[in-house]
């Protein structure tokens, strides 16, 4: 079974900390994704990688960061956090060049900025 | 217009019924389709791949229509244990685009 672990289940921080967070996989997938979910609008894509130092930005990159130095380990960082960040996150890896292939998800991240 | 629309419900059926839904996407040349499960505060989990043909894992069956650009499923002989709401999946190229999920109680 895949396995896609998120660093934290439950996280508080203050407006203006620069906040980490770190999802790893351990299938040796090639694509992992950032996701914000919120209610009534779904989950929304914040960047991608498809390759170890590469990213890609999804439809809200804004206010984000993300790096992926190793290919199991992808990182999403809030440059200056803001309480419009507070969300749900969701960490995804996925197999396929192609990206035909369902994505695999951690379990969460619920921050919150206060 | 959005990428992917579902209709939220709430569906509310007793066990043992049938229950369908469809969700609707923009984008003509959408790949793949998934259907997902997601549990309340949970992450979300593949229920099933959609294919061309239509197809079956044992009570959910799911349809494409890319003609009229939708897919459905459908949950026969209804288990509490199926209420989640569930969320419609597209791709095309790198974007998966996801719905903001149909949510379904099944009621004893």
């Known amino acids: 079974d895949v396995k896609v672990t998120q660093s934290s289940r439950y996280l508080v921080k203050r407006t203006g900390e620069k906040v980490f967070l770190e999802c790893v996989q351990d299938?040796?997938?090639?694509?992992m994704f950032w996701y914000r979910q919120d209610p009534g609008l779904g989950l929304r894509l914040i960047y991608f990688?498809?390759?170890?130092?590469?990213?890609e930005k999804g439809d809200i990159p804004e206010g984000y960061s993300v790096s992926r130095e190793k290919k199991e380990r992808f990182s999403l960082i809030l440059e200056s956090a803001s309480t419009n960040q507070t969300s749900m996150y969701l960490c995804?890896?996925?197999?396929?060049?192609?990206?035909?292939?369902?994505?695999?998800f951690g379990d969460g991240t619920r921050l919150s900025i206060l | 217009r959005k990428e992917v629309e579902q209709d939220p419900g709430p569906f509310n059926v007793p066990e043992g019924a049938t229950v369908a839904f469809n969700c609707t996407y923009s984008?003509?040349?959408?790949?793949?389709f998934f259907w997902y499960r997601q549990d309340c505060r949970k992450e979300p989990k593949l229920l099933m791949s959609v294919y061309s043909s239509g197809n079956e894992d044992g009570r959910f069956t799911a349809q494409l229509n890319r003609a009229s650009q939708y897919i459905s499923l459908l949950i026969r002989d209804s288990k509490l244990s199926d209420s989640a709401t569930y969320l419609c999946v597209v791709n095309w190229g790198y974007k998966l685009s996801f719905g903001a999920g149909t949510t379904v109680t099944v009621r004893a």
């Open positions: 995804a890896s996925s197999y396929d060049r192609g990206f035909s292939q369902p994505q695999h």
């Open positions: 299938m040796d997938h090639e694509n």
């Open positions: 984008n003509s040349a959408s790949q793949s």
């Open positions: 990688s498809y390759d170890v130092k590469m990213k």
